[in-house]
């Protein structure tokens, strides 16, 4: 499989990986032949890029650390707890009738995460426009989750890590929504609106079964930085639970690699190399460390190009190896066509590196 932009995918081709809509229901299984009502549809739903079939690479899956159904069911209950939230009013106690429901999801990708652990966090989800929180919340949950099994931390700690991902960003629906999506810069005072979605989130699970010190401290403490610069309340990292450490850097990668009303999605290698860039003045070294070691910056199914001009595709990631994949390279340095494509390790060889992704526009076929 590889991963193609949605304005080039062709009537014909067949969709490699489902699709999942904002409540968790599938817009378009794997295995079918894409019709032009699917490219209509999926481009409407805002859908960038999907995964398609290619002979040159049928043998390549795209590993996913939790199956489809649990990023349904998981994605379908935090769209309950919001709904419910929002329609609470001013009490906020919508979380109580979803309690179980949480608990479940939450123990369910555990479970998955422990035994699947030794897989590379890598995008393998379809974005759509209007389910970005929900995706984001699914997302968060399991990328921290990886990171702390990294960490060695026990199935208590794990859980109460992985419901506070789960439940970061519920504060979010006390704030309006025309500040949400508003397609250009905020104001200061929308942005001190924003800003107190982390204390909204935390008063709403304090008064919940779900709380509990950890958990709590993750949703408020999500976005404070390593040197004071976060928020809401300003505090440096010796006071910042190490668990919402995890969360923060997990929440800004995902924000960072989605698409949002005011910019596009960063592809994953920016995002990371922008994560590197702020280093330790903003994250903890050491979940930063983990974080960057056990995420590929260059998912498999990407296109890319090396230093030498030669192009190929991503076909398997190494944890460690974040930008040193395997590669299959399909195309000569004029990106035609490679007569004798061939598997490279990046990892094995000094002299070569990827130097860009290439776009779907530029393969000469």
């Known amino acids: 499989m590889r991963k193609l932009s949605i304005d080039n995918v062709q009537p014909g081709m067949i969709n490699k990986k489902p699709i999942l809509g904002f409540l968790g229901q599938v817009l378009l299984s794997a295995e079918i032949k894409i019709k032009p009502n699917h490219i209509y549809y999926l481009k409407q739903m805002g859908v960038s890029e999907i995964y398609i079939h290619d002979d040159l690479l049928a043998d390549v899956e795209l590993p996913d650390p939790v199956c489809l159904d649990i990023r349904s069911d998981s994605r379908a209950v935090i769209a309950r707890v919001m709904k419910d939230l929002d329609a609470a009013g001013s009490d906020k106690k919508g979380l109580a009738i979803r309690e179980k429901d949480i608990l479940t999801v939450v123990s369910r990708i555990v479970g998955a995460l422990i035994d699947n652990r030794e897989v590379i966090n890598q995008l393998s989800d379809i ?3 209007d389910g970005y929180l929900f995706a984001h919340s699914v997302n968060c949950c399991i990328i921290a989750t990886m990171i702390g099994i990294k960490m060695n931390y026990n199935i208590k700690t794990l859980r109460q890590l992985a419901t506070g991902a789960f439940l970061h960003d519920i504060g979010l629906v006390a704030v309006p929504e025309m500040i949400l999506k508003k397609p250009d810069k ?3 005072e929308e942005y001190e609106a924003v800003k107190k979605h982390p204390q909204y989130g935390y008063d709403m699970v304090r008064s919940s079964n779900l709380y509990s010190e950890e958990v709590g401290d993750i949703i408020l403490q999500h976005h404070e930085r390593c040197q004071g610069q976060g928020y809401p309340r300003g505090i440096k990292a010796e006071k910042t639970s190490e668990l919402a450490q995890i969360v923060g850097v997990v929440d800004v990668y995902d924000a960072l690699t989605s698409e949002k009303s005011y910019r596009d999605s960063y592809a994953v290698h920016e995002a990371i190399d922008m994560i590197t860039a702020w280093g330790e003045e903003y994250f903890n070294p050491k979940v930063l460390k983990i974080f960057l070691d056990s995420t590929a910056a260059y998912p498999v199914g990407t296109p890319i190009q090396l230093n030498n001009g030669d ?10 190896y974040a930008k040193q994949p395997l590669v299959r390279l399909l195309y000569k340095r004029d990106l035609t066509p490679h007569p004798s494509p061939y598997n490279l390790d990046l990892k094995k060889v000094r002299d070569l ?8 526009g530029e393969l000469v076929s």
């Not at 192009?311 to 460690?320: H, S």
Request: proline share 4%; charged share 25%.
């Open 353 to 360: 590196h990827i130097a860009r992704v290439i776009g779907d």
């Open 186 to 188: 905020l104001t200061d």
């Open 311 to 320: 192009g190929g595709v991503v076909i398997e990631n190494i944890p460690g």
């Open 127 to 129: 974005r759509i426009r």
